[in-house]
C-alpha cells in the first residue's frame, strides 16, 4: 500500500499524496521491482538507468526511489545503498521532499540544446555536496538534440565514481543506440485494469469515500493502464460524487455512454433493425453523448465479445462489470467470429471516416446502417454453401427474439445476398506449352511473351550454373531483383505446363548472356582485323579501327554469306 508523502492543510491530489517512497508502493511493476531488489542486494549497481513506458506508470516517481536508495545513510547514518531506504534521515528526507541539493531533476524538452548539455556536465566533474552520489534525474530524455546526446556520450560511458544517471522517456525509438547501449533499461508495464481497481479501491478506503464496484471498474479501465491518469479520474469522480461514487456518475463526467444502451445498441445492429439503432443513436445524442464515442464504445464492445468466445475466462476478472459479464458472455455465444471480424472492420474505418466528416452524427448514422446491412451478408463459408446447394444464405447474425426490438419500416435486404452467377463465357481453345531446353530458349520465350523486363534481367544479371528440362540453377548478380528465382519458377509452370525447381547457386556460373555477346563482338572484331584487306585499310588510314562486324547477306538465298 502506498504511504502519505507529508501532512499539509492544503490539498493535495491523490496522485500526489499517495505516490509511493518506495519499491513497495510500485504497482504492477514485479520485474523492475525485483531487479532492483537483487542489483542492490549484490552490489551490481548500474552506472546510468533507463526507464521507459507510458505516461503515468510511475518512471519519474521510480527515478526519485532509485535516488534514495543510492543515498540512503540510515537511521543512524552508516548504512550504505539500499533497496529499503529508511525513509527518516537526512538525504531521504530532502529526496522525497524534492529539495536535495545533489539530486538534481531537469526536463529534457527545456534543456535540448549541446550548451545545455555541457553545462550540466561541467558541474557533474565536482563531488556531491552532502550525498554519496550526485544523481541527475532527466526526464524525457529523447526530446534531447543530436548534438547533446553526442555530448552526453563520453560521460555516460566513463562516469565519475560519484555520478549517476537516471533517464525517463515515453519515446523509446527516439533515443540513439548509442546511448542505450551505456544504461540499463526498465520497460515500465502498462498496469492491468483489475490491478488498479484493487489499488484505488485501497486508496479510497484511506480517504474514507466510498465507490461502488461497477464505478471503480469503469475508472481503472478508462485509466488505460496509467496509475496517475485513473487516480486523476477517481479524485474528480469523488470531488463530484458527493456520499457515493456510481457508475452513472463516473459516465457522466467522462461523457461516455451507458453501458446497457451499448449493448442494446450492439443487439439492435446485429439484428438488422436500422430503425431501432438510429433511435437509439439519437436518444443517446440528445443526452450529451459524443456520436464517435458511440462508435468507440461498439468497438470496444466488439473487440470484448471477440475475446469472451475465443477465452471465457476473461470474465472472470475483477475489472469486468456484472453486466458485462452476463450480457457479453450471451452475446458471444451466439455471435459467429467472421460476423465480429466484420463489424470490427466496419466500426474501425468508421472512425476514420467520423473524424474527417463535416457532421460527424451523419457519418457515425451511415456507419451504423452499413453495420446493420452487413449483419445480413453471409460469411465465406456460407455463401459459397449457397453458392453450390441453390439456397439463400442471407440472415441476420442475431435473432431479434433476444430482447423486442421496433420492426423496420422496410425489409433490410430484399435481394438474395448470393446472386447466380453468370453464364461462362465459351472458353477459349488451350495454347500450346513452349519448351525450355538452352538458357537462350528461355531468354527468347520471354521477349516473345512481352516480359521484357525479366529477359533483360536473365539476359544481364543472370549466370546459368545448370539448366535441364524441370530444373533450373543459376547466380545472380548484385543488381538482380530479390524473388528473381520464385518468379521464373511461376512462370516456366506457367509456359510449359510443367513444375519447374528454380533455385540460387552460390557457384561461379557462366558469364552472362551480355558478357559473351560482348566477348563474342570482341573476338570477331580481332579476327576481322587480321584479314589482309582489313589490315591493309588500317595501315593505309592511320588512326582507323574496327567498329562492328556484320555478315553479308547473300540475295540469292537471303542467308548470312
Known sequence: MAETETSDETYRVLARKYRPRGLDGLVGQDALVRTLRNAFASGRIAQAYLLTGVRGVGKTTTARIIARMLNCVGPDGTGGPTAEPCGVCDNCVAITEDRHVDVIEMDAASHTGVDNMRELLESSRYRPVSARY?????????MLSQGAFNALLKTLEEPPEHLKFVFATTELRKIPATILSRCQRFDLRR??????????????????????????????????GSA??????????????????????????????????????????????????????????????DPQIVLQDLLDLTHWLTRLKVSPESAESAAVAQLERDRGGDLAKRLSMPVLTRAWQILLKGIGEARQAPQPMQA????????????????????????????????????????PQPAPAQPV????????????????????????????????????????????CLRNNVHLVHLEPGKLEFRPDENAPPHLAQQLSSHLEKWTGNRWIVAVS???????VAEQERLAE????????????????????????????????????NEPD
Not at 550526485?134 to 529523447?142: A, F, G, P
Not at 456510481?246 to 451499448?262: I, K
Not at 445498441?265 to 436518444?283: F, N
Not at 448470393?418 to 465459351?426: E, F, G, L, V, Y
Open 191 to 224: 498496469i492491468d485494469a483489475g490491478v488498479l481497481a484493487e489499488y484505488f479501491s485501497s486508496l479510497v478506503e484511506q480517504e474514507s469515500a466510498k465507490v461502488t464496484p461497477e464505478a471503480m471498474a469503469l475508472i481503472a479501465r478508462a485509466a488505460d
Open 134 to 142: 550526485k544523481v541527475y534525474v532527466m526526464d524525457e530524455v529523447h
Open 228 to 289: 496517475r491518469d485513473g487516480l486523476s479520474i477517481l479524485d474528480q469522480a469523488m470531488a463530484q460524487g458527493g456520499d457515493e461514487v456510481t457508475e452513472d456518475q463516473v459516465r457522466d463526467m467522462l461523457g461516455l455512454a451507458d453501458r446497457g444502451q451499448t449493448f442494446d445498441l450492439y443487439e439492435a445492429l446485429m439484428a438488422g433493425d436500422i430503425a431501432g439503432a438510429l433511435d437509439s443513436l439519437e436518444r443517446q445524442y440528445a443526452a450529451g453523448v
Open 506 to 512: 552460390s557457384e561461379a556460373g557462366e558469364a552472362t
Open 413 to 456: 435486404s430484399s435481394k438474395p445476398a448470393i446472386q447466380s452467377a453468370p453464364a461462362a463465357a465459351p472458353a477459349k481453345p488451350p495454347q500450346p506449352k513452349a519448351e525450355v531446353r538452352t538458357f537462350s530458349d528461355l531468354i527468347a520465350l520471354a521477349e516473345d511473351l512481352g516480359e521484357l523486363r525479366l529477359a533483360s
Open 364 to 403: 457515425v448514422e451511415m456507419v451504423l446502417v452499413r453495420l446493420a446491412y452487413a449483419a445480413d451478408l453471409p460469411s465465406p463459408a456460407d455463401a459459397i454453401k449457397a453458392l453450390t446447394e441453390g439456397t439463400s444464405a442471407a440472415g441476420p447474425s442475431i435473432t431479434k427474439a433476444v430482447q
Open 522 to 557: 570482341v573476338k570477331r572484331r580481332k579476327e576481322a582485323e587480321q584479314d589482309p584487306l582489313v589490315a591493309e585499310a588500317l595501315e593505309t588510314f592511320p588512326g582507323a579501327r574496327v567498329v562492328g562486324v556484320h555478315d553479308r547477306t547473300d540475295p540469292a538465298t
